[in-house]
């Protein structure tokens, strides 16, 4: 008599060709269970019994089996390859067997650290300001933009600078020294040209313009006697070319009479 001992119903096993056990699931050709006993219904005899339905399995067969990953490939291997050798970094990162989405994300994130690291996010910094910064307002014409700026004495810009940051203003000023920012070559300032100017009375304090003029550049000399339209840019401090600082009340000149 043929039998399987201990195989249960929360098993995907049947035997179409023997009879079952409601209770315990034991197969057996006999009249009665021989685990319980108990006579064998006509319903779960060999030939009556419905198919079993196959049990739908929960998961990726895969997630059942265990994956032995090489040490040089272990994920501290990889991070510690990727912060001080990348190249072999990466080659270890995506010859691993760890899930390509991962491996992908692990990428990117080592790509962007190693361009910030060489680059320097000063650098970065920088350079999107440089592409964004327009220290005056190229959207009027000339004579919008003069017609704008509203007349102040050197006296009161230089008192309340910081009051006229960003208004569109006019000065009338004479030209004392010329001054280059010193630290332009290395900032990417496209506009590195300051004149330091005094009061045409020949008052004591002094104001920077700076050279943002849109039509073009200016080369003025001690002595010139210029009315300038620019916004306001609050007190600064510049380094010449001999690392002299100078610290005045700014005006961002885009036009000059």
């Given amino acids: 008599m043929g039998r399987f001992l ?7 096993i049947d035997r179409p060709d023997l009879n079952k056990c ?6 057996f050709a006999s009249d009665n269970c021989p685990l319980c006993g108990k006579p064998c219904p006509e319903e779960f005899r060999a030939g009556n ?12 067969s895969s997630s059942r089996t265990v994956t032995f990953i090489d040490w040089y490939h272990q994920w501290w291997v990889i991070i510690l390859a990727l912060l001080f050798f990348p190249i072999m970094g990466l080659i ?13 994300g692990v ?3 080592a790509v962007v650290w190693g361009l910030i690291s060489a680059v320097g996010v000063g650098n970065i910094i920088n350079g999107i300001n440089r592409l964004t910064y327009k220290p005056v307002d190229t959207s009027l014409s000339r004579d919008e933009y003069i017609s704008a700026c509203e007349a102040v004495t050197n006296e009161d810009f230089y008192r309340n600078s910081e ?5 569109h203003l006019s000065l009338t000023l004479t030209v004392s020294e010329k001054i280059r920012d010193a630290e332009a070559e290395y900032t990417g300032n496209d506009y590195p040209v300051y004149y330091e100017c005094v009061d045409a009375s020949g008052a004591t ?17 001690p002595g010139d006697v210029i009315t300038v339209y620019g916004e306001g840019d609050g007190e600064i401090s510049v380094y010449d070319e001999f690392y002299e600082m100078h610290t005045a009340p ?8």
Avoid: M
Avoid at 22 to 27: S, T
């Fill in 107 to 109: 990428g990117i994130v």
């Fill in 205 to 221: 304090f002094t104001i920077l313009i700076r050279d943002c003029i849109i039509d073009r550049s200016e080369n003025f000399i």
């Fill in 163 to 167: 009051e006229y940051k960003g208004k």
């Fill in 49 to 60: 019994r419905k198919p079993l339905k196959k049990k739908k399995k929960k998961g990726n």
């Fill in 250 to 257: 700014c005006l961002n000149v885009a036009y000059v009479e």
């Fill in 22 to 27: 409601p209770d315990c699931g034991c197969f």
């Fill in 92 to 104: 270890l990162l995506f010859t691993s067997p760890h899930k390509r989405s991962i491996k992908i």
């Fill in 6 to 12: 201990g195989s249960y119903d929360g098993e995907e």
